[in-house]
């Protein structure tokens, strides 16, 4: 059964502790990515990877870090560094083709972090 | 820097009438445009997507997009709406307003409100 899994679904972490967030995926894609959604703002681009040992910054990357050791595994750490990190996460893949861009980007169920 | 612009927040239909939901897009160049769907505290469910061609898509659910380039529009249609289709929608567009260029700028949502 493929697709991506995010864990854990909620999570709760005081204030000035780093935390991981999972996302893992068996559909074999390239690409990954995180996005963070507040209410009302739509998603926002946090880190991108194309390829595994390689990875982007997005739109608002202060106070994240990712690794990208595996091509099925793109974790997020949202550090002390973080300001507001009450949010909630959502991890995405998609495949890559010779078009970059026009690759259908597939969803996880997200991990709804709360900062005590 | 592309942006995704859905002017409407809340709409409300009654069950069985029609729906038009509405997005404009500020790119550069040709745009990748795509709608998804989420569910309360669920991933992101693709609707359908534009890359080129017939500027009407159909997409899943009984959806369709049209896109017009002289208004800078990819609205989403749907002829009769029914009480499951109640959700966020999200219009997006491939490209990071702050340069991560594969991955996507959305628009902040438009909440579908269904009445019996």
């Known amino acids: 059964d493929g697709g991506i899994t995010q864990s854990p679904k909620y999570l709760f972490r005081k204030e000035g502790q780093n935390v991981t967030l999972s996302c893992e995926q068996n559909l074999n894609h390239d690409a990954m990515y995180w996005y963070r959604q507040d209410p009302g703002q739509g998603l926002r681009l946090i880190y991108y990877?194309?390829?595994?040992?390689?990875?982007q910054k997005g739109d608002i990357a202060e106070g994240y870090s990712v690794s990208r050791e595996k091509k099925e595994s793109f974790p997020l750490t949202v550090t002390s560094a973080q300001k507001n990190p009450t949010a909630f996460y959502l991890c995405a893949s998609s495949p890559t083709s010779g078009r970059r861009g026009t690759d259908t980007q597939y969803f996880g169920p997200g991990t709804r972090l709360t900062v005590l | 820097a592309q942006s995704v612009t859905q002017p409407d927040i809340h709409i409300t239909v009654s069950e069985g009438a029609s729906l038009e939901l509405r997005c404009n897009y500020s790119?550069?160049?040709?745009?990748?445009l795509f709608w998804y769907v989420q569910s309360p505290g669920q991933g992101l469910q693709l609707l359908l997507k534009y890359f080129s061609g017939d500027t009407l898509v159909q997409g899943i659910k009984g959806f369709e997009a049209e896109f017009k380039r002289s208004q800078s529009s990819f609205n989403l249609r749907k002829p009769s709406v029914h009480w499951s289709d109640a959700a966020e929608y999200f219009c997006?567009?491939?490209?990071?307003?702050?340069?991560?260029?594969?991955?996507?700028?959305f628009g902040k949502g438009t909440h579908l409100i269904i009445q019996p």
């Open positions: 790119y550069g160049a040709t745009p990748y």
């Open positions: 997006a567009v491939v490209g990071g307003s702050g340069g991560g260029a594969d991955g996507l700028t």
């Open positions: 990877s194309q390829i595994v040992n390689d990875f």
